[in-house]
Each structure stands twice: as structure tokens, then as C-alpha cells.
């Protein structure tokens, strides 16, 4: 499955396929494959989520111990 260029572009064509999707103009043909879709860019959406808030955990974490009183 095609990698999304980013978080935003993922999200931007996740809530494109949603709103498809709850308008009923999906047909039945490409439904199946509609939600595998959003399911990959939910996932995708998650996981860049969860490394950025690592990294900035990990910055706060290394600014915090450059600034403790020696």
C-alpha cells in the first residue's frame, strides 16, 4: 500500500474517505477496499504519533537534565 508523503496528507485523505463513506457515495465495488484504506492511514496516523511524542519526551527529558543545579 502506498506510503502517505505525511501526518497530513494521511489525515487530509483519511477525512476524505470518511466523509465518502458516511455519505454513501462509496459504492459497493470499492468499499472494501476504502476501508483497508483508512484502516492503513489510521494506523500510519497512530504510529507517527506515538514516535513524535517519544521525541519529544526525549528532548524535555535531555532538557531537563541539562538545566538540574550541579
Not at 465518502?20 to 468499499?31: A, K, Q, T
Amino acid at each position: 500500500m502506498k506510503e502517505p508523503e505525511n501526518y497530513n496528507t494521511a489525515y487530509e485523505e483519511l477525512k476524505k474517505i470518511t466523509e465518502e463513506i458516511e455519505r454513501e457515495s462509496v459504492s459497493v465495488d470499492v468499499l472494501s477496499d476504502k476501508v483497508k484504506r483508512a484502516s492503513y492511514l489510521i494506523e500510519y496516523c497512530q504510529n507517527k504519533l506515538r514516535v513524535t511524542e517519544q521525541e519529544v519526551f526525549n528532548i524535555i527529558k535531555q532538557m531537563e537534565s541539562r538545566n538540574l543545579p550541579e
